[in-house]
Structures are given as structure tokens and as C-alpha cells.
């Protein structure tokens, strides 16, 4: 019996990584030569006015672009503001040869740069938060986007949008992953000098690289309840240096059976999502609980409750008042 190759299942992709392999495997097949300068200067002869200039020695150039679409980019400087990180030959560069473009700062390095003068002088997380709440506040016309635009940041701030792959180039997903803020006493260890910040980042991107969490929960994106979470981080670590100031303590809180992880992850729904959260708790109380020993038990009976409140509030929209009440009715109904 004659067996259709195109016909058998196992020939089929069955996953995304298949698919990117079986698209690989097309464009390999399809392309032009496997000479990219023959490629280029074949891709001039065909598209008349789109490569203008090739150049080989010492380095390879080209320079290419469709002559409409550098006219309509033309139309759009005049009107759209160029965003920049201060960069002083940006600048430069911006005054000499654009200087009719509408030049303005990035808030995200705006906000660095506040953070790191802060941080320089002194101030604590607690104290760093306060003045970005002052800064918010003062812009009310800010729209809740840009607002969480200003928490993404790059290097050493809150939150960091990082590209992860498997090793397939076309594989890059960007990923929210949440970065507790690293003072000078907190982000070396002292008898090792491991980089602390390094070494937390590097565990969350690797867990969100192997795990792929959800980008919404419902209808409210995960950037958003992250940003949420990462607002109230003097609060997680007011709880951390003093357990009692937390409004989910009780006197026996630590007498009560140790547990490692939450016993639900409720209002969430994704698991994955949850082990995001609490390894950011766990890291804040790691660098903030003076009593090793309290640790474990302050992360999950304390601060895994507050950060459920917050995300209760985001999520359902209700006051903080709300969100205890239920969160405290909603975890004496599922546990026993």
C-alpha cells in the first residue's frame, strides 16, 4: 500500500516549536543563494530605487529604503514627538539634523534617574517609593499606560520587559518578570559577593523562559497587576521588618504549621502566575526579614494575602476594605 507522505500525522507539525522548525526549514529551501552579497545586490537589480548604496571594504553597508515610505516618515516627524533617553549625542544629533522635530524624555528614564539620585543620597525603598507616588500624583493627565511605562524599566528599576528564547532564533517573547528594588547593603552578599539582583533575574527569567505565563487575567493585563503589585513594595517591606504592622497578623501566626508555598492562589488562576508573585515576596523577605527563621512563614501568611488583596482590588475593581473582607471570607471558605 502506497503511504502518502503528506498524509502521515507524524510528518505534521504538532507544537509551536515543530511549526518554527517546518518554517525554518521552508524559508532554508526557498531563499535566493546562500551568498548573502549576491543576495543583496541581486534584491537591487530586482527592486529598482530600494538598495542606493552597497559598500564592501572595510565594513559591509547598505543602505536601503523605499523612497515613499521615507516621505511619509518625513509627513510624521513634523507631527509625532521623538521620545529619548537624554542621550546627549541624540540630542545633538537631533538639533543639527531634525530640528524641527518635537523632542521629549522618556518617562522611563526620567524615573531612573530620580530613583538613582535618591538611592545615591541615601533614601530608602520606602522613602524612593513615596516621591514616584508624589511624581504620579502631580500628573493627573497621565494615562494609566504611561503610568505603567514608568515602572518598565530596563536595567534597575522595578519590572523588567525581557526578550527570552529558547535558543531558536525566531523564538523571542517579551515577559514581564517583577524585581524588587536592590539598595547597596541588600544587593551583595557579603561573604560570597554574589550579585543578588543578578541572581533573582536570572531564576525569573528562566522560570517564565520554561513556563510561558499568561499576558492577561481576564481582561486586565498581567503588566497591569504587576505594576499594581510593584506600587505597594514599601508596604511588603514595612510587613517584612515588622510582621505586626501587617493587618493579616496574628499573635500565633508563627506558631502555626509552616508551610512553603500559599495553601491557595486564589483570585488568581494561573499557577504559573502565582509562582511569579510569591518569589518576588520571597525575595523581599529575604532581604528585608531580620528573623531567618521567620522568613518562610512571613512571606506566605503575610505578604501572600496583602498582594492578593491588591490584585482582588485590580481585578474586581473594589476598595481596599473590600478586597480584606472578601479575601479573608473567600480563604475561611476553601480551607478547612
Known amino acids: 500500500m502506497r503511504c502518502d507522505r503528506e498524509k502521515v500525522a507524524s510528518q505534521s507539525p504538532r507544537d509551536l516549536k515543530q511549526l518554527r522548525n517546518l518554517r525554518y526549514d521552508f524559508l532554508h529551501k526557498s531563499r535566493m543563494s546562500k551568498d548573502a552579497l549576491y543576495n543583496v545586490h541581486k534584491i537591487a537589480y530586482d527592486i529598482p530605487g530600494f538598495v542606493w548604496k552597497i559598500i564592501t571594504y572595510p565594513d559591509l553597508i547598505v543602505i536601503f529604503g523605499l523612497q515613499e515610505l521615507l516621505d511619509e516618515m518625513d509627513k510624521v516627524l513634523l507631527k509625532a514627538p521623538f521620545v529619548t533617553d537624554r542621550e546627549k549625542a541624540i540630542t545633538n544629533a537631533l538639533q543639527a539634523e531634525l530640528p524641527k522635530v518635537f523632542h521629549v524624555s522618556c518617562w522611563n528614564h526620567v524615573i531612573r ?201 485590580k481585578l474586581k475593581g473594589i476598595t481596599h476594605e473590600d478586597a480584606v473582607y472578601f479575601n479573608k471570607k473567600e480563604i475561611t471558605t476553601i480551607l478547612p
Not at 180 to 199: C, M
Not at 249 to 273: A, S
Request: aromatic content about 8%; charged content about 25%.
Open 113 to 313: 534617574d530620580i530613583r538613582f539620585w535618591l538611592s545615591k543620597h541615601g533614601a530608602l525603598s520606602s522613602d524612593i517609593a513615596v516621591y514616584l507616588d508624589d511624581i504620579a500624583s502631580h500628573t493627573p493627565d497621565m494615562a494609566e499606560s504611561e503610568m505603567v511605562s514608568m515602572h518598565q524599566i530596563d536595567s534597575d528599576l522595578e519590572y523588567t520587559l525581557s526578550p527570552l528564547t529558547s535558543g531558536d532564533e525566531d523564538d523571542c517573547d517579551c515577559s514581564l518578570i517583577l524585581v524588587p528594588e536592590y539598595q547597596k547593603d541588600t544587593l551583595y552578599d557579603d561573604i560570597t559577593g554574589i550579585n543578588h539582583k543578578e541572581s533573582y533575574i536570572s531564576v525569573a527569567e528562566q522560570f517564565v523562559k520554561s513556563s510561558h505565563p499568561p499576558i492577561r487575567i481576564g481582561s486586565i493585563p498581567v503588566k497591569d497587576l504587576f505594576s499594581a503589585i510593584k506600587s505597594h513594595e514599601g508596604k511588603f517591606i514595612k510587613t517584612a521588618l515588622d510582621p505586626s504592622s501587617s493587618e493579616f497578623f496574628t499573635e500565633n501566626i508563627f506558631e502555626q504549621k509552616k508551610r512553603h508555598i500559599p495553601d491557595i492562589i486564589w483570585p488568581l488562576t494561573d499557577d504559573v502566575l502565582s509562582q511569579q508573585i510569591f518569589l518576588y515576596l520571597e525575595e523581599l523577605t529575604s532581604l528585608h526579614c531580620k528573623d531567618v527563621g521567620r522568613r518562610k512563614a512571613t512571606a506566605v501568611k503575610l505578604l501572600w494575602p496583602e498582594a492578593m488583596v491588591i490584585c482582588l482590588e
